[in-house]
C-alpha cells in the first residue's frame, strides 16, 4: 500500500511540474504571445474582444495586471474545467475538441507500436541472450545502427522505398479520404494500411534499446545462483528460461519503459509529420508554425498527461512483478 | 597420472555399501593457462554416511561437488576419471554419460544441493510454493495438486519452517529460514545423496546448531548419504562419519574422524588441526606461545614414508 | 531521440562462473592504475573510432576543401556527376559542400549540448548523492520529473514561443540541455551512491582524509569512465535532437546543420522528386556517427565492468573446454566398452 501510494505520490507531483512548466513557458519567454495570437485570430477572422484578451492572457500571460498567483489558480481552475481555450489554427474550434478528435489516432499508432516493440525487443533479446552464437546475435549492431538514426529519417528512408518505388504502403494521411470515416471494414483496413509505415518506423528505430538491454540482463541472470539451482533441480530448460531467467531479467526493462515511452513520443511526434498522419503530433506542429500558442499549450499538457498515466499504470504493474519492491519501500 | 600412491587411506568405516564411487576425477579449467582444480581424486560414499570434505579456500572442494552432479560451466571441463552411482534399486549408473532428459531426471531425485549462501539460490520473485511446486512437476508430472502442496508442507514442517511460509517470497525469510527452505527442498523427492556445500556458514552460529541436528536428524530417519563440504574441520569432527580433506585439488587424507582426529597422518591435516584455537587450554596460548605445534615444512601432498 | 538507455543494466557477463575458478579475482579497488583506464582493441572499438574520427575530420576540415554550398546555380536538381559528388539542389546549390558545412554544424552544437547537458546531471547526479540527505531526495526528484516529461514536445513548446529571430545556436543548445541532462543524472547518482558506500571510502574517511581529497582521489577516479559513457550518450541524443528540431522548422535560425539539410530537403519536395542524394546523405552521417560513438560507448563499458573484458576469448575458452570434456567422454565410452545401454538406465521411482 505504501508503494502505491509512494508512486501516486510522485506522479501528483510531476503532474504539478508539467502544469506549473506549462504555465511558466509562455511567461518567460521573450515578445508578447498574446498580441501575436490575438493578431493571428484577426487574420483568421475572428473576433477580439476584451473577455478574448483576458481569457488568452490567462493561458500565456500578458500585460495583465493581476498578481501572478490568481492567475496561476484561476488558470488550474480553468484546467480542471477542461477549458484550455480556443484554437486559433482551427478556428473556432475550442482546443479540447481538436485535442480530443486527434488523440485516437497518436494513441492508437503510438500505443501499439510501442506493445510491439517492447514484446519483440524483449523477446528477440531474451533469446539472443539465452543462446549466444546463433545468427540473431548480428541482431544487436544491427538494431543499434537503427537507433542512432533519427528517426524521421528513417520514416524518409522507408517512405522512398517501401511506398515512392515499390508502391506497397501510401505515402501519407492517416486513411483514404475518399473513405467515410467509422467502424466499417474499409476505413479500418485503411487506417491500418496508413498507419503501417509509421508504426514500423517507430519499432525499427526503438526496438534496439529494448534487445540489447534485455539481452544484457539476460547473460548476466543466467550467471545468478537461483539459475543454478534450477539447473540442479533438473528442469526443463524451457521452464528454467521462462521462470527463472527472463522473468527476472525483464525487470529492468520493464522500470526503464518511462524512458522509453518517452523517447516513443518524442520520435513519434516527427514521424508524423513526415507521413501528414492526422496525429496529435502534427497538429501540434501545425500549432508552432502558426503561432497557435493556446493550442501548442494544450496539446503539451495532454501529450504530458498521457505519458505520466502510461508511466503510472506501467509502475504500479511493476510493483506486481517484483515483490521485493513492496517490501523496499 | 593419478595421486592414490600418496593418499593416506583409512580402512573403510562403515560395511554398508557404496552409493557413489568417485574414480581418478580430474577436472581442469581452460584459462589462457589452463589450471587443475582437482587433481585425481578418488572416493566412495557409503549408503547413509556422513562424509566432510575439508580445506581451505580454493582447495576445489566446491569444483568437486559441482561436478558430481555435471553443473560445472566452461571453462571449467571434466579432464578424466569416472562418477558412478550405485542406486538403491541394484543397478548402476554412469554419471559422466548421462544426456538431456536422462541427466535432469537424475539431478534432485538421486542426487540433490544445498548450496552456499541460500542468499541467491532462490528465486526471488517467485513464491516458496512455486519453487517447491515447479520441482515436483519436473520429476513426479502425475502428482496432483493436493498431493503437492501436502508433499510441499510436509517437506518444510521437517525442517522445522512453518507451512504459512508457502506464500512468502524469499527476501521475506531470515538466512536461517532460507536455508532449512533450501534443505527441504532438497529433500523433496527423497534423493540418495546429499551434497551440502558450506550450508551453514553465512549463518550465526545458534542458528548453525540447530540447522546442523537438523540435517543429521533427517539423515537418520531418511537415511540419505551426505557430502558436507566446509572449511571449518572442527564441525566435521563432530558430524561426519568420515572426512576427506583436499589440497590444491587433491584428496591428501581420507579416514574416520575419530582416528583423523587423534592420529592425523598428513602434514597439512595436522596443520589445519592446529589451526584452530581451543575452547580449553590455557588463554592465549595458542597466539601467545609462538611455537606452532603443527608446524613443519610447507605442505605437500607426499605422506612422509 | 535515440532508444540506447543510458543505463543497459548490468553488462555481458563471462562465460566463466567467477565463483568457481581458482584464478584470483580482481580486488575491490577499480583504480589499478590509469593504464586500466583505457579499452582493449577490438574490432568493433576499431570500427567506432574509425567511424567518429573520419566524420569529424570531414566536419572540421571538409568545410575549407570543398567549394560555396550557398551558392545557387541554375541547373536545378542534378543527381551525383563527375562535377558534383553528391548532385545539386534544387537551387543548384553543391549538395556535398552542403554536406561538409552542416557536419561541422551538428558537431559544433553536438559537443556544445554535450558538455552543458554532462555538467549538468555531473552536478545534481554527484552532488546530490554525495551530499546526501534532504539535497539527495530534492535533485533525485527533480531528475525523475524531468525523465518522465517527454523531452522533444517540451522542447517544441520552448522553441515554439520563442520568435524566429531570437532562436540562435546558443538558445537552441541551452533548450536541449536542459531537456536532456535528467538520464545521466540518473546513472551518475546511481554510481555515486554505490562508490561512495564502497569500502576504500569508508577506510579514507575513518583515516581523516578531508572530504575533497575522498571525491578528488577516491570516488571521481571511478566515475571517470562512467562520466565519459554519459557524455557520448549526450552527444548522440543532441545530435539527433538537434535534427529532429531543425527538421520541423524549429532549429538553430542561423545554423547550418543536417538537421536543417534535411529540412531543406524535405521542404524541396527531395523525396517526392526521388532526389536520393540529397536527403540520405545527411541522415546517414547522422546514424553512422552514432553508432562510432555507440561502439566506442560499448568499449568504454568494459572498463566500467571488467568481466566485459575479452569476452571473445572467454568464449573460444569456454567452447574448447566444451570440446575437449566431449572427446573425453566419446573415448571413455569406445575404451572402456561401456554399455551404453546400462548407462542410460535410470529406474524411475
Redesign the interface.
Given at each position: 500500500m505504501r508503494f502505491v501510494l509512494r508512486k501516486l505520490g510522485f506522479y501528483a507531483v510531476a503532474l504539478w511540474a508539467a502544469l506549473t512548466l506549462n504555465f511558466a513557458i509562455p511567461r518567460l519567454m521573450p515578445g508578447n504571445p498574446v498580441d501575436i495570437l490575438l493578431a493571428r485570430l484577426q487574420q483568421r477572422g475572428g473576433q477580439v474582444t476584451a473577455e478574448t484578451r483576458t481569457a488568452y492572457a490567462l493561458l500565456l500571460g500578458g500585460d495583465s495586471d493581476q498578481p501572478i498567483l490568481e492567475q496561476y489558480v484561476q488558470y488550474l481552475g480553468n484546467l480542471l474545467r477542461g477549458d484550455l481555450g480556443v484554437s486559433v489554427s482551427y478556428f473556432p474550434a475550442r482546443v479540447s475538441d481538436v485535442i480530443l478528435q486527434s488523440l485516437p489516432w497518436t494513441i492508437v499508432l503510438v500505443g501499439l507500436a510501442t506493445v510491439i516493440t517492447a514484446i519483440l525487443g524483449v523477446l528477440l533479446g531474451a533469446f539472443v541472450g539465452w543462446k549466444p552464437g546463433t545468427w540473431l546475435d548480428s541482431l544487436v549492431p544491427a538494431t543499434t545502427l537503427m537507433a542512432s538514426m533519427p528517426y524521421f529519417w528513417l520514416a524518409l528512408v522507408l517512405v522512398y522505398f517501401l511506398a515512392r518505388n515499390l508502391g506497397w504502403f501510401p505515402m501519407q494521411g492517416g486513411f483514404d479520404v475518399t473513405l467515410q470515416p467509422g467502424w466499417n471494414a474499409d476505413f479500418i483496413g485503411s487506417a491500418i494500411q496508413h498507419g503501417f509505415l509509421p508504426a514500423l518506423t517507430i519499432v525499427l528505430a526503438s526496438i534496439g534499446g529494448w534487445l540489447l538491454g534485455m539481452r544484457n540482463m539476460m547473460v548476466s541472470t543466467l550467471s545468478e545462483d537461483y539459475v543454478l539451482t534450477a539447473e540442479a533441480k533438473g528442469l526443463s530448460p524451457t521452464k528454467i528460461l521462462r521462470s527463472y531467467a527472463a522473468r527476472n531479467a525483464v525487470l529492468p526493462s520493464v522500470a526503464g519503459f518511462a524512458i522509453s515511452l518517452g523517447f516513443v513520443v518524442s520520435g513519434s511526434v516527427i514521424t508524423e509529420q513526415v507521413f501528414s498522419y492526422p496525429g496529435i503530433g502534427s497538429r501540434l506542429l501545425m500549432a508552432v508554425s502558426n503561432n497557435d500558442f493556446a493550442l501548442m499549450q494544450g496539446m503539451f499538457l495532454f501529450i504530458t498527461l498521457s505519458v505520466l498515466a502510461a508511466n503510472l499504470v506501467v509502475d504500479l504493474l511493476y510493483g506486481l512483478i517484483d515483490p521485493r519492491t513492496r517490501a523496499r519501500s | 597420472m593419478t595421486s592414490t600412491a600418496t593418499l593416506a587411506v583409512g580402512p573403510d568405516a562403515t560395511d554398508r555399501d557404496a552409493v557413489l564411487t568417485i574414480r581418478d576425477l580430474t577436472v581442469v579449467y581452460e584459462v589462457e593457462e589452463p589450471v587443475t582444480a582437482v587433481e585425481g581424486a578418488s572416493l566412495t560414499l557409503h549408503r547413509g554416511e556422513i562424509l566432510g570434505l575439508a580445506g581451505e579456500s580454493g582447495c576445489g572442494k566446491t569444483t568437486l561437488a559441482y561436478a558430481v552432479n555435471r553443473l560445472h560451466r566452461p571453462p571449467a571441463r571434466i579432464a578424466s576419471g569416472d562418477i558412478v552411482f550405485h542406486d538403491r534399486a541394484g543397478h548402476d549408473v554412469d554419471v559422466l554419460a548421462l544426456e538431456d532428459a536422462d541427466l535432469r531426471e537424475f539431478r534432485w531425485s538421486q542426487l540433490s544441493m544445498v548450496f552456499q549462501g541460500a542468499m541467491n539460490a532462490l528465486n526471488p520473485v517467485t513464491s516458496i510454493r512455486a519453487q517447491l511446486r515447479d520441482t515436483l512437476r519436473a520429476h513426479r508430472p502425475r502428482m496432483t495438486r493436493a498431493q503437492v502442496e501436502a508433499r510441499s508442507v510436509e517437506v518444510l514442517e521437517r525442517v522445522g519452517v512453518d507451512p504459512r511460509r508457502l506464500s512468502s517470497y524469499p527476501h521475506e525469510l531470515s538466512g536461517g529460514m532460507r536455508q532449512r527452505v533450501m534443505i527441504a527442498m532438497a529433500m523433496l523427492l527423497e534423493p540418495q545423496i546429499m551434497i551440502m556445500d558450506e550450508p551453514t556458514t553465512a549463518l550465526d552460529v545458534v542458528v548453525q546448531r540447530e540447522i546442523l541436528t537438523e540435517i543429521v536428524r533427517l539423515r537418520d530417519e531418511l537415511d540419505f548419504a551426505v557430502v558436507f563440504i566446509t572449511h571449518d574441520l572442527p564441525l566435521l569432527l563432530e558430524i561426519s562419519d568420515r572426512i576427506a580433506v583436499m589440497l590444491r585439488g587433491e584428496i591428501v587424507e581420507l579416514d574416520t574422524s575419530q582416528r583423523l582426529l587423534r592420529e592425523p597422518r598428513h602434514p597439512y591435516t595436522r596443520k589445519l588441526l592446529g589451526s584452530f584455537p581451543s575452547l580449553h587450554g590455557e588463554r592465549g596460548a595458542f597466539i601467545r606461545s609462538g611455537v606452532d605445534e603443527t608446524a613443519g615444512p610447507e605442505p605437500t601432498t607426499e605422506v612422509p614414508a | 531521440?535515440?532508444?540506447?538507455?543510458?543505463?543497459?543494466?548490468?553488462?555481458?557477463?563471462s562465460?566463466?562462473?567467477?565463483?568457481?575458478?581458482?584464478?584470483a579475482s580482481s580486488a575491490d579497488r577499480p583504480r589499478a592504475g590509469w593504464r586500466a583506464m583505457l579499452p582493449t582493441m577490438t574490432p568493433?572499438l576499431a570500427l567506432g573510432l574509425f567511424l567518429v574520427i573520419s566524420i569529424a575530420l570531414f566536419g572540421t576540415i571538409g568545410p575549407y576543401l570543398v567549394g560555396d554550398p550557398g551558392q545557387i546555380r541554375d541547373i536545378g536538381l542534378t543527381a551525383p556527376s563527375g562535377e558534383f559528388v553528391l548532385g545539386t539542389t534544387q537551387t543548384g546549390q553543391d549538395v556535398f559542400a552542403q554536406l561538409a558545412h552542416a557536419t561541422r554544424g551538428s558537431l559544433q552544437i553536438g559537443l556544445l549540448v554535450g558538455l552543458i547537458a554532462t555538467a549538468l546531471s555531473c552536478f545534481f547526479g554527484i552532488y546530490g548523492a554525495y551530499r546526501g540527505g534532504l539535497t539527495d531526495e530534492a535533485f533525485s526528484?527533480l531528475s525523475?520529473?524531468m525523465?518522465?516529461?517527454?523531452?522533444?514536445?517540451?522542447v517544441?513548446?520552448?522553441?515554439?514561443?520563442?520568435?524566429r529571430e531570437?532562436r540562435g545556436l546558443w538558445t537552441i543548445a541551452v533548450v536541449l540541455a536542459i531537456t536532456s541532462w535528467a538520464?545521466s543524472a540518473r546513472v551518475l547518482r546511481a554510481q555515486t551512491l554505490s562508490v561512495r558506500s564502497r569500502d576504500y571510502v569508508a577506510a579514507a574517511r575513518v583515516a581523516g582524509e578531508r572530504s575533497w581529497r575522498v571525491i578528488v582521489v577516491e570516488i571521481l577516479p571511478n566515475l571517470l569512465p562512467v562520466i565519459a559513457s554519459q557524455f557520448v550518450f549526450a552527444v548522440?541524443a543532441a545530435i539527433?535532437g538537434e535534427?529532429?528540431l531543425a527538421?520541423?522548422?524549429?532549429g538553430a535560425s542561423n545554423a547550418s546543420t543536417l538537421?536543417t539539410m534535411?529540412f531543406f530537403a524535405?521542404n524541396g519536395f527531395a523525396?517526392?522528386m526521388?532526389a536520393?542524394w540529397w536527403?540520405?546523405p545527411?541522415?546517414?552521417l547522422?546514424?553512422?556517427?552514432?553508432?562510432g560513438?555507440?561502439l566506442i560507448n560499448f568499449s568504454i563499458d568494459e572498463i566500467i565492468n571488467p568481466k566485459l573484458k575479452n569476452v571473445r576469448?572467454?568464449?573460444k575458452?569456454?567452447?574448447?573446454?566444451?570440446r575437449?570434456?566431449r572427446e573425453?567422454?566419446r573415448a571413455?565410452?569406445r575404451t572402456a566398452g561401456?554399455s551404453?545401454a546400462?548407462?542410460?538406465?535410470?529406474?524411475?521411482?
Open positions: - | - | 531521440m535515440t532508444h540506447l538507455s543510458t543505463d543497459n543494466g548490468p553488462t555481458v557477463g562465460a566463466a562462473d567467477e565463483k568457481l575458478a581458482p584464478v568493433w526528484l525523475n520529473v525523465l518522465v516529461i517527454p523531452g522533444l514536445p517540451l517544441i513548446v520552448i522553441s515554439g514561443f520563442v520568435p531570437a538520464g548522440i539527433l535534427a529532429g527538421f520541423i522548422g524549429l538537421g534535411l524535405q523525396l517526392g526521388g536520393w536527403f540520405a545527411p541522415g546517414l547522422i546514424a553512422l556517427f552514432g553508432m560513438l555507440s576469448a572467454h568464449r575458452r569456454a567452447r574448447k573446454a566444451i575437449l570434456e573425453v567422454r571413455d565410452r561401456r551404453e546400462g548407462a542410460q538406465e535410470v529406474a524411475s521411482r
